[in-house]
């Protein structure tokens, strides 16, 4: 690499042209996005997307669906992370010719805003039950405009190019037509059924959870194994001790609750037991002990406590037997009404007085410490209650099995791959999706009751009373679980409404048609976390193919997960959730832009931290500071822009080829291969390091400096017209190719090379494709045979301290005549970046007092005579080498020392050996410098 390009060191006084001040000095990332952002791109409303590009015009179409983030929401890494890929698949497309859709929304997150409303108001010392549920709406829509836009606006802010005509929110008329019309065709298909099951329960939110909904946590408890007494002992010896059995439990607090003990048929230690019965130790009912194959023998005591209303598989033991049901825990996980003295006591509370009273009154045999995973609430991250309750559940396996069939048949495609297992073993293990959320805020389920408590399920009320024959009719509480409306989500953005496709936008500002669905569905890719793959993702697949017969999109892109630099995730309690609003104040946006996807290989999980910025932000100043010399030598060369515009579309750049310029063109079409490669395999990480080797390695610490050399030298007619013109092409194409990863900048310097319409931008320009004719293995090759041969003079001379000024004498004993004739056509401008002339031959011979070094075979021979004072340079050369001798053996005997070695902690050994290390390369360097000098 050479040192610091001319480039950067550039200065305004060179610029004569009145267009040379069109770029600050200094990139200011806060005005360009602004400028673009708010001032352009919606002005000119470029990222519209309409069917009659696809269904007339004959474009291909590519669709994106924004998984709608919750109105609670405000911008978080992750978002980051996953809005800018779906940004780089989408841009990417529309610079290729496609009719490219990104279908923007929020969902109303159910649970989320109400638990954010109901804490407002608890500050004004109300609850949603003091206002009333009509009231308590009106707050909640009051609270979503305040604040329920700020996701939104945060999303503009980090670039996002949507067709916000089409912002659609779940609780938008559309939106909630569909979700009834979906909720009566399922009930009357039979897919959707009413009844009694143990349910997730949230006795913080106060609703059912799905299984998707309860997160489990490892977590150790006490394990309580408890006697049940006989009931009949009658026969029994004054002196024999009570027969029982032992029961192990978690939870001591459901005892209340128990309805029987379970043991297996085939356990020969209980087969006396079966039919007894027992005494439950709280109470002093009388339960049966009963045989089911459900109980596992080796498991526990092989006696299982069977508690129906608080237990799910206990609840299918209790059907199977026709057991009674005794709710011993209520909807507030306190203990019911009619167990005094336990009454109104939390369940944990409960828990550690019942195992107090079951020690005194000699139930409790021992208690051991059991580690076990433990559901949560995913919003209140609570214990989550199993509860029976009758809900709204959906028949899932009617609906899974062509799910299933279609993603292994490859009609959809996830990425990674292995997700697919992960899909595959849940759908084969559905259980019915439990819908009815015990909320306000939400799509309330269209079912109404008459006074008999008969259901009657339609559209309206008016359709409700006409099946009923009355209008003595009670509408459910109920709303439906938040993803009863996103599973919707692919048809409903593209305007379906349950039934047909005319409808419009909460804003009235787009009529959406049937044309939508048939020119944008099936969607193109799905960007989302593999955390929502059941919530979401799957039920999103079975809607579309029940509901449109063809799966929603046809590739799924799971993104990583990103953490902090020492892996552990990011969160709010741990202090390590940089806001990212403050990162792009601090980088900028396309600098946090570049640096997530640089950072975030498909399948991986990113370890990010906010100074990585740095390289994005350095990456940035660095095109900036080429395209302000690219530009400034144009204005010289070109003092009337209007005759470099009719030169840059009319001019022939492959005249004056060098073997630079060839090497160069090479570069730049490889890399077009390797970019449009890369996007069609969704390796976007690998994206952002093509891009940032060929454009920081190859185009500006090289070839613009060879740009720089080249005008200087430059003596044909028109040579250096093409020499800029050519170099501002390749530099068009790589801002180009950077556009979809950082859109602020690339749109700002696009606009800069030559003078653009009104409406054009590089966001709708034609995406470069790489052209095989330049493509030159050889050329590339010869290339970076120079380019090492320049950096090895140049490296020699800074290590031996050799002034700017003087001009090196450079002999090269050429391995081949190859080589020969490649130095002598690249000679002089190796000559004027090295500041060197080259003398180039097969079989030279080393010269006296040269340094050398070897590049694929071909010996340089740097002559130091004349370029340093050789004497007071070996001196120097001769304390340096003394001092780095002292320092090596320093180092080597705290290493050999076995104190040190055995107290140091491996970091601080690690770091002394890299210091040993370090120390004797540079010792190497030193004394080859010396021994050139002999």
Not at 218 to 237: C, G, I, M, S
Not at 740 to 753: A, H, K, N, V
Request: proline residues 5%; charged residues 25%.
């Amino acid at each position: 690499m050479p040192d610091t390009p001319a480039f950067e060191k550039a200065d305004d006084k060179n610029v004569n042209s009145p267009n040379a001040s069109d770029l600050e000095k200094t990139y200011d990332a806060a005005t360009v996005e602004a400028k673009w952002s708010t001032d352009y791109w919606a002005k000119f409303h470029l990222y519209e997307a309409n069917a009659d590009g696809v269904l007339q015009a004959g474009k291909k179409p590519f669709t994106v669906l924004m998984p709608p983030p919750n109105i609670t929401g405000s911008l978080t890494m992750g978002h980051v992370l996953n809005h800018t890929l779906q940004d780089i698949f989408i841009r990417y497309r529309r610079m290729t010719g496609y009719e490219a859709l990104w279908l923007p929304g929020t969902d109303h997150a159910g649970i989320a805003t109400q638990t954010a409303v109901e804490k407002s108001l608890r500050k004004e010392k109300l609850t949603r039950y003091d206002l009333g549920r009509e009231k308590f709406l009106e707050r909640v829509r009051e609270w979503r405009e305040d604040y329920g836009g700020l996701i939104v606006r945060q999303l503009r802010k980090l670039g996002v190019s949507c067709d916000w005509r089409r912002n659609l929110f779940t609780m938008d008329d559309r939106a909630s037509q569909a979700v009834t019309a979906v909720f009566v065709r399922l009930y009357n298909d039979g897919l959707i059924y009413r009844g009694k099951r143990i349910i997730n329960w949230c006795p913080v939110s106060q609703t059912a959870l799905s299984d998707e909904e309860v997160i489990m946590k490892p977590q150790t408890d006490k394990l309580y194994f408890v006697k049940y007494f006989f009931a009949d002992n009658e026969n029994r010896e004054p002196d024999e001790p009570k027969p029982f059995i032992t029961v192990a439990t978690v939870r001591p607090e459901t005892i209340l609750g128990d309805v029987a003990i379970a043991v297996n048929p085939n356990d020969e230690r209980y087969k006396e037991s079966v039919g007894k019965v027992v005494l439950e130790p709280l109470t002093g009912r009388k339960i049966p002990v009963i045989a089911d194959d459900y109980v596992e023998i080796e498991f526990g005591t092989g006696a299982l406590k069977i508690t129906p209303a608080h237990d799910a598989n206990d609840y299918q033991v209790g059907q199977r037997h026709n057991l009674p049901i005794i709710v011993a825990i209520d909807q507030w996980a306190k203990v019911a009404e009619g167990f005094a003295p336990y009454s109104g006591l939390d369940r944990f509370d409960a828990r550690k007085k019942i195992a107090i009273d079951l020690e005194a009154s000699g139930n409790l045999e021992k208690v051991e410490d059991y580690a076990h995973s433990v559901g949560y609430s995913e919003r209140a991250d609570v214990v989550v209650e199993p509860f029976l309750s009758e809900q709204w559940f959906v028949d899932m396996k009617a609906l899974a099995a062509p799910a299933l069939d279609a993603a292994l048949r490859g009609d959809v495609k996830f990425h990674p791959e292995r997700w697919l297992n992960t899909y595959r073993n849940w759908l084969e293990n559905i259980h019915d999706w439990c819908i009815s959320r015990q909320l306000w805020w939400g799509h309330r389920i269209p079912a109404w009751y008459d006074d008999a408590g008969k259901i009657f399920v339609a559209k309206n009320f008016d359709d409700a009373a006409k099946l009923a024959g009355t209008t003595a009719l009670r509408q459910d509480d109920d709303v439906f679980d938040t993803w009863f409306s996103s599973w919707l989500w692919p048809m409903t953005t593209l305007g379906w409404n349950g039934e047909d496709y005319h409808s419009m936008n909460s804003e009235g500002n787009l009529t959406v048609s049937e044309n939508d669905i048939k020119a944008f569905y099936p969607t193109s890719t799905l960007v989302t976390g593999p955390d929502i793959i059941f919530f979401w993702v799957a039920r999103m697949i079975m809607a579309g193919l029940h509901f449109n017969g063809d799966v929603p999109f046809r590739d799924v892109y799971f993104t990583s997960i990103i953490r902090d630099s020492q892996g552990r995730k990011m969160s709010k309690s741990l202090g390590n959730s940089p806001d990212p609003l403050e990162v792009m104040a601090t980088y900028g946006t396309d600098a946090l832009r570049f640096t997530v996807i640089y950072l975030a290989p498909l399948g991986q999980d990113v370890l990010f931290a906010t100074e990585k910025c740095e390289q994005g932000r350095n990456f940035a100043t660095k095109i900036w500071n080429a395209a302000r010399f690219l530009l400034m030598n144009r204005n010289e060369i070109f003092p009337e822009l209007t005759d470099f515009a009719t030169a840059y579309t009319a001019t022939d750049t492959n005249r004056f080829l060098e073997p630079a310029d060839r090497w160069m063109l090479s570069r730049l079409n490889r890399t077009l291969k390797l970019y449009h490669a890369a996007h069609e395999q969704f390796r976007a990480n690998d994206l952002a390091k093509i891009l940032y080797e060929f454009i920081w390695g190859d185009f500006c610490d090289w070839y613009v400096e060879i740009i720089k050399t080249k005008i200087q030298s430059a003596t044909p007619p028109g040579e250096k017209q093409i020499t800029i013109i050519r170099a501002l092409k390749v530099f068009e194409a790589s801002l180009q190719m950077l556009h979809p990863i950082m859109p602020f900048i690339t749109e700002e310097l696009w606009q800069s090379i030559v003078p653009r319409k009104e409406g054009e931008s590089i966001s709708v320009s034609r995406m470069p494709q790489a052209d095989e004719t330049y493509i030159n293995d050889a050329a590339e090759k010869e290339f970076d045979f120079v380019r090492e041969v320049i950096t090895k003079v140049r490296s020699t001379r800074n290590e031996l301290g050799v002034p700017p000024a003087p001009i090196a004498t450079v002999v090269i004993n050429a391995a081949s005549d190859v080589v020969v004739k490649q130095v002598e056509a690249s000679k002089i401008l190796m000559g004027k970046i090295s500041r060197a002339t080259f003398d180039v031959k097969t079989g030279a011979v080393k010269p006296k007092l040269a340094a050398s070094s070897v590049v694929e075979g071909s010996e340089i021979f740097i002559l130091l005579e004349g370029l340093i004072d050789l004497e007071k340079e070996k001196i120097r050369l001769a304390k340096e080498q003394q001092k780095a001798e002292n320092y090596v053996k320093q180092v080597e005997q705290k290493l050999s020392n076995e104190g040190f070695a055995l107290r140091a902690p491996k970091d601080v050994l690690d770091g002394e050996r890299m210091k040993l290390e370090t120390a004797k390369l540079n010792l190497q360097k030193i004394s080859a410098s010396l021994e050139a000098l002999a």
